[in-house]
């Protein structure tokens, strides 16, 4: 039996080009965000009702004062046992696909409590759309997913810092890429492996990355 979907995303070899973040906006047929220059390279500021994807840009000095500048791409986690699912007011409007593991909101989810479902979510992912009311994230490209393809995002990397594939494969590839890179950076690690579908390796300090990292 599958044990559906998962997406890696290496940092190691982000380069922080943004272009997970337009392929999703350009996917979903989802319009740009009015924003201004807030002072950093990360733009929008924040995830938002459409926005589902963001590059996050952090940047620091680290305890041997060398300087940091740590890129994630930040999305909905696909979590294996989605907690937001308990903000659904009928049971019907947050679908959790048994084949892939994604987790899809529905049009339905208007209907249900924002609030709740932001909160319980370890990674503070859900957001509003102001104009139709309902709750929006990442959808891992079912429509995709489900056809055959891969997620816009993973196809868009040029650097292959994302990986589609059977969970049960990119889990090996996780453990492998992390021994890999331990040889060069000794913090890195895998974040919430077990928990998540979309799966981080970091090679740093997880609060060197942002908020909400990991559980």
């Known amino acids: ?51 589902y994807k963001i590059v996050r840009f952090a940047e620091g000095r680290g305890e041997d004062q060398k300087p940091y500048w740590n890129f994630l791409s930040d999305m909905c986690r696909h979590c294996v046992n989605p907690p937001c699912i308990a903000a659904s007011n009928d049971g019907d409007s947050m679908i ?12 339905k989810t208007a209907e249900d409590d924002y609030e709740m479902a932001l909160e319980i979510c370890p990674y503070k992912i859900p957001r509003k759309n ?14 995709r997913i489900t056809n055959g393809l891969i997620p816009a995002c993973v196809l ?48 740093d300090d997880p609060d060197k990355y942002g908020e909400y990292v990991q559980a």
């Open 96 to 107: 959790h696909d048994e084949a892939t593991g994604a987790i899809i909101y529905t049009p």
């Open 156 to 203: 868009s990397c040029p650097t292959d810092a994302m990986r589609f594939g059977d969970r049960d494969e990119i889990l090996k590839e996780v453990e492998r890429r992390v021994t890999e890179l331990k040889k060069t950076y000794p913090k890195a690690k895998a974040i919430d492996a077990a928990d998540v579908r979309v799966i981080y390796i970091l090679t």
């Open 130 to 143: 102001e104009k139709t009311g309902a709750l929006t994230k990442c959808t891992m490209c079912f429509d």
């Open 1 to 51: 039996m599958s044990n559906g979907k998962s997406i890696l995303v290496d940092v190691s070899r982000c380069t922080g080009c943004r272009g997970c973040q337009v392929a999703c906006k350009q996917w979903n047929n989802l319009p740009a965000t009015k924003t201004i220059q807030t002072g950093t390279y990360q733009n929008p500021p924040d995830l938002n009702g459409e926005t």
